[in-house]
């Protein structure tokens, strides 16, 4: 065997050297690369820019539309972090299921969605807020369950909805805890009082230990909370189990049978909720690394919505409304108080739009009810089913207005219900009255003498035609029986006549006429003038 240098055994002692500082260097890298990973991803998760988004009162269309344009407002200006600071009671059910379906949307776009409880986030409010990826609770003042729908009873109370809808909240609530991994008995039992919830976890005994690993095999695939070292079952859940499992287990009673769940800042904490407690929105800034904050005020519209959805002022744009369509009714033609009417309703159906309680389906109801009453007035004598239909069309879609619904299925809606028919029929009793008042005084009242047509119903409508002069007709500006008059267009039954350089519309009383003929006034009521052929021999033309 032949003998290595002392030269050769230098360069193998370097080459070794170097060789182990590679390898040293790789086991290294090897051994931090995961600790790089997550400071590079906490890091990345520090300087962020947030919009933040307040979910105050109660939870309503006018929410629903508020949250989606801040939601949009966000996307524009690419802030890809929104955090939404709750303060709400709850409220409306389907606008509730909007809002958690519009935030889910927001996280598939990769939009990191964070919720603050700020004070309370109850009923709706915590539907919302466990939709969110993130929930932080402020110490001592914040509260979030609760969830079990309510409708009003008999005695002027509230009672549980029952099975049909708590069944339908606890499959949505469901949905949201497999989304962020929270444990879903612990989120239904926010919903059904009935439901006891029990935390359990391995004894420490060596027993147990022992059969820890056959307990997890055996049961797995029949209670899922054995995956992990702490689990939550329900009371009936657990009572399945025999007895000789049951004791390698400690219990704690976590929701009595009976109670909801609402939990505190601190219980959110333990039961593995909430992310973390913290002081306040500055504490929840400095912990997540919130390096600025957007937020939009509430628009003009927004608040001139709301002002113009309020009771009170929802009645009043109701009560001008039908007196102004009492008064159109009352005087010839279509004037100023039919322009009042469309104003008043437009507005209101306009701000109810905006604030997510009218659809397009209200508006077209509406239209429809306008144009069957311009029908029964201007078109078909007498006053029969196309008004009537006009009238309860128009009553209908200013009713439908008032609410997001046609019928009541959860507590918020009777409330809603019971508010906007309220409204509704008091605005309906105050306008009646009003017009009974106005019926009796409007006559005498010198510029509604000049809109309104004379009253003076013939004796004998045969009698000798009145005749005027051109001059005084124009001069007077106004119908009066016994007027003779010429045909501008076919009376079938109505149609337009010419007095005097001035044409009126008029109702055929008897015998259609056609352009051309000669007809005398035989009768006036209101703003409808009603006219009949006439023979040669009955009156002058005045026309």
Same mark, same amino acid.
């Given at each position: ?69 801040? !939601? /949009? ?24 299921? /909007? !809002?958690?379906?519009? !935030? ?30 993130? =929930? ?28 049909? +809808? ?17 444990? *879903? ?11 006891? =919830? ?17 307990? *997890? ?111 159109? +009714? ?49 078109? +078909? ?114 149609? *337009? ?21 000669? =007809? =005398? ?23």
């Amino acid at each position: 065997m032949k003998a290595i240098s002392s030269g050769n055994l230098k360069v193998l002692a370097v080459i070794s050297v170097l060789g182990a500082v590679m390898l040293t260097s790789i086991a290294a890298a090897d051994s931090t690369s995961e600790p790089l990973d997550a400071g590079a991803e906490a890091k990345a998760r520090r300087n962020i820019d947030v919009y933040v988004i307040e979910v105050e009162d109660e939870v309503n269309p006018l929410m629903f539309n508020y949250i989606e344009r801040r !939601i /949009e407002l966000a996307k524009e200006k690419k802030l890809e972090t929104i955090v939404f600071r709750f303060d709400t009671p709850g409220g409306a059910v389907d606008s509730m299921e /909007e !809002i958690v379906r519009l !935030i889910r949307k927001t996280q598939e776009e990769g939009i990191r969605t964070i919720a603050f409880v700020d004070h309370w986030a109850l009923s709706a409010g915590a539907f919302i807020a466990l939709s969110c990826g993130e =929930v932080y609770m402020r110490a001592e003042t914040s509260v979030i369950g609760d969830c079990m729908p309510i409708l009003p009873d008999a005695a002027g109370g509230f009672s549980a909805a029952g099975e049909k +809808i708590e069944s339908a909240l606890r499959a949505m609530i469901r949905s949201i805890a497999d989304q962020h991994g929270y444990p *879903k008995v612990l989120l239904e039992s926010m919903v059904t009082p009935g439901i006891e =919830v029990l935390r359990v976890e391995f004894n420490d005994d060596p027993e147990t230990q022992e059969f820890r690993d056959a307990l *997890k095999v055996r049961s797995k695939n029949a209670i899922e909370w054995f995956e992990g070292e702490v689990g939550y079952v329900s009371g009936a859940e657990f009572a399945k189990l025999s007895e000789d499992l049951r004791r390698h287990f400690s219990i704690e009673t976590v929701v009595e049978e009976g109670k909801l769940l609402t939990m505190t800042a601190k219980d959110a904490l333990r039961l593995g909720i909430s992310v973390a407690t913290v002081d306040g929105f500055d504490d929840l800034k400095e912990r997540l690394g919130i390096a600025g904050v957007t937020s939009e005020s509430t628009s003009w519209s927004e608040t001139l919505a709301y002002f113009l959805t309020l009771p009170l002022v929802s009645m009043m744009l109701l009560v001008c409304g039908f007196i102004a369509m009492y008064v159109e +009714i009352k005087t010839p033609g279509v004037g100023m108080p039919l322009v009042i009417a469309i104003v008043c309703f437009g507005i209101l159906l306009a701000s109810r739009q905006v604030a997510g309680l009218a659809d397009h389906v209200e508006i077209l109801i509406l239209l429809a009810g306008i144009v069957l009453l311009l029908i029964e007035i201007f078109v +078909i004598p007498g006053f029969g089913i196309t008004g009537i239909s006009g009238i309860l069309c128009i009553l209908v879609a200013l009713f439908l207005s008032g609410q997001s619904f046609i019928i009541p299925k959860y507590g918020y809606e009777w409330n809603v219900l019971e508010g906007n028919l309220l409204t509704f029929v008091g605005s309906v009793f105050g306008s009646l009255i009003l017009m009974a008042v106005l019926a009796h005084y409007l006559p005498s009242v010198p510029f509604f003498q000049r809109l309104s047509l004379a009253d003076q119903p013939v004796k004998d409508t045969d009698a000798v035609v009145k005749s005027v002069a051109p001059d005084e007709v124009e001069s007077q500006r106004a119908i009066i029986v016994g007027h003779t008059c010429r045909c501008v267009t076919d009376l079938r039954p109505s149609g *337009k006549v010419q007095l005097g350089g001035e044409r009126f519309d008029v109702v055929a009383d008897g015998d259609w006429a056609y352009a051309g003929d000669e =007809v =005398v006034v035989t009768k006036v009521e209101g703003n409808r003038v009603y006219v009949r052929l006439c023979s040669k021999k009955e009156g002058t033309e005045t026309n």
